[in-house]
């Protein structure tokens, strides 16, 4: 069952609680126009980006990219030195653009849930591998390099 417990479908899980708001409890709420539709859109692919980069650096660097693996290097290069966390930023941005997208209002208030959730259940523990793993050059980075932006 471990492989359920993984960010893209917690991500999934969220995206269609959003939907699902739109779709059956909008309760007359509506941020619909021309500018939020290109907000989201622009959300939604900066997530992509984001998430791209992130995969392309690990790769780069030969090292895992599931959560619940400890890596064998440190990536702090590329989309990496400006953020401990790219992949699930890209999460949060592609969450709060398709939020937009749907115009599901209520469901704005989802993007800081599935932050918190994201932080607990995956980043710490991810931060406590880390590092246990590279001690002070893990140390080094998390005082330069900030965990979402």
């Known amino acids: 069952m471990k492989w359920i417990d993984m960010p893209p479908v917690w991500l999934a899980g969220f995206i269609t609680?959003?939907?699902?708001?739109?779709?059956?409890?909008?309760?007359?709420?509506?941020?619909?126009?021309?500018?939020?539709?290109?907000?989201?859109?622009?959300?939604?692919?900066?997530?992509v980006l984001a998430i791209l980069?992130?995969?392309?650096?690990?790769?780069?660097?030969?090292?895992?990219?599931?959560?619940?693996?400890?890596?064998?290097?440190?990536?702090?290069?590329?989309?990496?030195?400006?953020?401990?966390?790219p992949i699930y930023l890209g999460d949060a941005l592609i969450l709060a653009g398709l939020v937009l997208r749907f115009d599901a209002v209520l469901s704005l208030a989802l993007v800081p849930v599935f932050v918190w959730v994201i932080e607990r259940r995956f980043i710490l523990p991810e931060e406590d591998r880390l590092r246990r793993t590279f001690r002070a050059d893990f140390a080094r980075y998390e005082r330069k390099t900030r965990r979402w932006v």
Do not use: C
Request: no cysteine; aromatic share 4%; hydrophobic share 40%.
């Open 17 to 47: 609680l959003a939907w699902l708001q739109a779709r059956h409890l909008p309760l007359g709420l509506s941020l619909d126009g021309a500018v939020t539709d290109l907000l989201g859109g622009v959300l939604v692919g900066g997530g």
């Open 53 to 85: 980069l992130a995969a392309v650096e690990l790769r780069r660097h030969r090292t895992t990219i599931v959560p619940h693996q400890t890596p064998d290097r440190l990536v702090q290069s590329g989309i990496y030195k400006r953020s401990r966390n």
